[in-house]
C-alpha cells in the first residue's frame, strides 16, 4: 500500500506516488528525490528513457561492460593519460615520468594494430619527436606499397616495397 505521510496537525494521509509494495519489498516512487545527505546503497540500477548524459566523477578504477559481447561507443575525442588536457585526436594517450603506449593482447590468436584507410587516402603510423613528424611507415593512396617517408623535410620516400615483393630505395 502507499506509505503513510504524518501531516503537521497529527492526521496520517498516504500518496500513489509513494508505494510500498511488501510482497516484493520494493519502494516505488514516481517523481523526483531530492536527498540532502547520503544515500547508501550496495546496487545501483540506472534507466535512462531521456538519453540525458549524467556526468559522474569518481576515483579509483572503472569497468565498463559485463560481457565481452558488450560494445562501448565513444563520440567525439578521448584523451588516456595524465598530461592531456584537451585531445587532439580522436584517441590521445599522453604520459609523463614512465614508459607508456598502447599493447594489443590476444591469449589465443593473433594479435595486431589495424590501420584501415580508404583506398584514395594513406594509411600510415607517424613517428615523432618534440611533436615534429619525423617519418613515416604506411601505404600510399591508390598504391600497394609499403613506404618508409622521411617526414622532416629530407629527400621523400626512403623505401618502397611494392606488393609482390619489389623493393626499391
Known sequence: GSVQIAREDGSLTGSYNF?????TNVLN??????????VNLSELNIDVTNKQVSNISVTGSTEFGNDTSDYHIFVGKMAVGNT??????????????????IRVI????NAYLKLDAPADEAAYIDF??????????????NR?????????????YMFAWKQGGNVGI
Open 19 to 23: 508505494i510500498f509494495d511488501d510482497t
Open 29 to 38: 516512487l514516481t517523481g523526483t528525490l531530492n536527498v540532502s545527505g547520503a
Open 84 to 101: 592531456v588536457s584537451q585531445p587532439t585526436e580522436k584517441l590521445d594517450v599522453s604520459l609523463t615520468g614512465e614508459n607508456g603506449g
Open 106 to 109: 590476444n591469449d589465443t590468436d
Open 128 to 141: 615523432s619527436t618534440g611533436g615534429n613528424n619525423d617519418w613515416q611507415i604506411g601505404r600510399s593512396p
Open 144 to 156: 600497394d606499397v609499403l613506404t618508409i617517408y622521411d617526414n622532416d623535410g629530407g629527400a621523400g
